[in-house]
């Protein structure tokens, strides 16, 4: 197989094996594209942060102007990422008018409220092309000649399949989050700083330039933060005068700064909004930075426990080896440690936060690998790559194959459809991912939001919803208080128990998948006479 990978191959086969691998990577990202998105309103999201790069694109779409995200704070990510997902909003409206659900933009806003889970399962698919073109970025990274001098192929194949396996790339390749677009990002930065460093074509320092403002047009910390790999080179640069590099640099750098510019000119609210949330201590972990830092390790040790051992005895390796002398060491280092000092200052925990992290020290591990001559001790830290892989993998399979029975909601919503026509209904917790009947969305808004609610929630009181699939009836207990009212008497009464899959819960430990009967989502009903009943999948 190896001597297959040795052999030189034409654009043609190299066409036939991307297809067939992108064919594979799809494939396996179906669930996990599909989760959540089956009509689904505008109310709910099953997974955070997916509405705002839609919503900017969709505001674009709308008045017709690059600059229609300015002002608003639904649009809290940078104007890149909503131009990126542009085409599947305009997919989707043709869609729409070809199944004749809508005729006019009006028409479109309608149906995109009533169900966005069109939309999102379209751009999803954005997400998928990113992390799969993030894997081809790692392959040419791990086959360069400055990273691995033996020209083997067997470093390429442990990387690749160590980051796709990964559980967060697994799993936020399949979602429209930010992360994702992040690490691909910064393994491409990998990629052209390690050309710019060996041949210095300006191909390089503009793919560089690019790369790192999609990445500032998307989320400003972490692009700013990770320009920190220059060090290494400019440090080697300065020393030896090499004036012409330096030049290079410096050109580089106004580039930059015009192309940061521009992106804020474009939409200046998501920067002053997220220089905003850096500066207030939004929870305590953001004053004492040491718990989140904490966090972020046990969720690399308790999550990718083998990666963890392996990081260790590459660093043992790198040391003996003297490695880490070597100005790619730190290149890849540097932001990977700014990273893990800097963030927990930035914000609050989560475990998707660590991905950046994770892709570099797979890049780290797999390099040393390739350029230690320690055979023995190199073999152990292979031996616990591929059983990284295959735990990794474990868990991809896990996810997928709960999210295959879509959200827990399901089961409730389909429960109150089935008793609401005799009964009434009264639910403990948040708006569920059905449409409702305009009476239910009026006293949702009554009691549950106050006198000022958002646009969405105006706009629904103000329509019939369509008769399939069907509407729901029923009130929602906020602030205490029901939606139905004072004095209103309730058949049965609806409380969640338990965590949903697509929550932080599972992410943090994700070995709580494999116990997911105890922990995961479920309904308990109960009976005005006392009885109880659980709802579950």
Known sequence: MLNFFRKPMGWLAISAILLGAFALWAGLHYWIVAYGTDNVPLTRAYVGDEQAPLSGALHMAQAKSLFAMQGRDSDYYGPVFSALVAPAVALDYLDRMRLGLVKTAEDYKLSYTLDWGRALFKARWISVLCGFIGLIALWYLLSDESLNPRNKKTGPILGVLLLATNFYYFLYSGWLRHWIFLTVFLVAQFLFLVKIKKSSKKIHWFGFLAVSLMGFGISMHSALIYQIMWLPLLYNWARNSNWRELKKFLIYLILYGVGLALIIFWNPTPYFRLWAFSEVPTTHLAINPLPVLGYYLGVIVFNQPFLAVSFLAGLFLAFKTRLYKEGWFWMMALPALAHLILFPFLFHAEPRYIMPVTAVIIILCVCILQRSEMKRLGLVVAGLLAAEIAFQSAMDFRWS???????????????????????????????????????SYVKFVQVCIGANPADLFKYLTTIDPPGQPKPLSVDYVCREKS???????YDYFLTPVGFELASNFFEERTLRMWFSKDLRLTYKVTGTGGATKDLTF
Do not use: C, M, N, Q
């Open 483 to 489: 939606s139905g009212g004072p004095g209103v008497k």
């Open 401 to 439: 194959w709960l999210a295959s029975f879509g959200p827990e909601e399901k089961i409730a919503i389909s429960y109150i459809r089935s008793v609401e026509d005799k009964s009434r209904i009264l639910f403990f917790g948040h708006i569920l991912g059905a449409s409702h009947t305009k009476e």
